[in-house]
T-cell receptor, first 113, second 108 residues
Framework: DPKIIQKPKYLVAVTGSEKILICEQY?????MYWYRQSAKKPLEFMFS???????DNQTASSRFQPQSSKKNHLDLQITALKPDDSATYFC????????????FGKGTRLTVV | GQQVQQSPSSLVLQEGENAELQCNFS?????LQWFYQSPGGSLVSLLS???GTKHTGRLTSTTVTKERRSSLHISSSQTTDSGTYLC??????????FGQGTKLSIKP
């Protein structure tokens, strides 16, 4: 029974469009994250939130906007999509932001055509 | 910059053999996790081991913090162990830095 739910599992988008990736966690964790895995690259950190506040942003582009409507939700809005945005986006959570075990969702595979 | 180096990049074994995976990191780690990534892409946390030795099932992780290295030992490998093993480090910044992974293939 997955405790971190990501929707959708697969997503195909047209260049220039906007999409929202959904993430909900049912682990009671206080910290949530987004990571990205592009082809042949290591997983890379994008954002961290703690108690619904943005703590760290490692994305160079403002086209990526996390949105936290509830403590256990962290969606990712991506605007003006580009083919280079094609990747698997993983949502993750941990009890606290530092030095605690991090758990990952199954990912949303985004393809921009 | 802060890096995570894993070796070997790939490993092919016969079922029943033991696997030894290595992770080296560039400065003091406050958190270290080993993950399994299935061929389908899902990430599963195997062990959280910033220091010392931890066991779970057929897995043993040993982290020597002063030497900035960690190992993951898989005993009596099975075909279902095939996949990519990732080492990830938090350098007390509240984010994980991942290595490139070790792709493990277990032949029947």
């Amino acid at each position: 029974d997955p405790k971190i739910i990501q929707k959708p599992k697969y997503l195909v988008a047209v260049t220039g469009s906007e999409k929202i990736l959904i993430c909900e966690q049912y682990l009671g964790h206080n910290a949530m994250y987004w990571y990205r895995q592009s082809a042949k690259k290591p997983l890379e950190f994008m954002f961290s939130y703690s108690y619904q506040k943005l703590m760290d942003n490692q994305t160079a582009s403002s086209r990526f906007q996390p949105q936290s409507s509830k403590k256990n939700h962290l969606d990712l809005q991506i605007t003006a999509l580009k083919p280079d945005d094609s990747a698997t986006y993983f949502c993750a959570s941990s009890q606290d932001r530092r030095n605690t075990e991090v758990f990952f969702g199954k990912g949303t595979r985004l393809t921009v055509v | 910059g802060q890096q995570v180096q894993q070796s070997p990049s790939s490993l092919v074994l016969q079922e029943g053999e033991n696997a030894e995976l290595q992770c080296n990191f560039s400065s003091t780690a406050t958190q270290l996790q080993w993950f399994y990534q299935s061929p389908g892409g899902s990430l599963v946390s195997l062990l959280s081991n910033p220091s010392g030795t931890k066991h779970t099932g057929r897995l043993t992780s040993t982290t020597v913090t002063k030497e900035r290295r960690s190992s993951l030992h898989i005993s009596s490998s099975q075909t279902t162990d095939s996949g990519t093993y990732l080492c990830a480090i938090d350098y007390n910044q509240g984010k994980l830095i991942f290595g490139q992974g070790t792709k493990l293939s277990i032949k029947p």
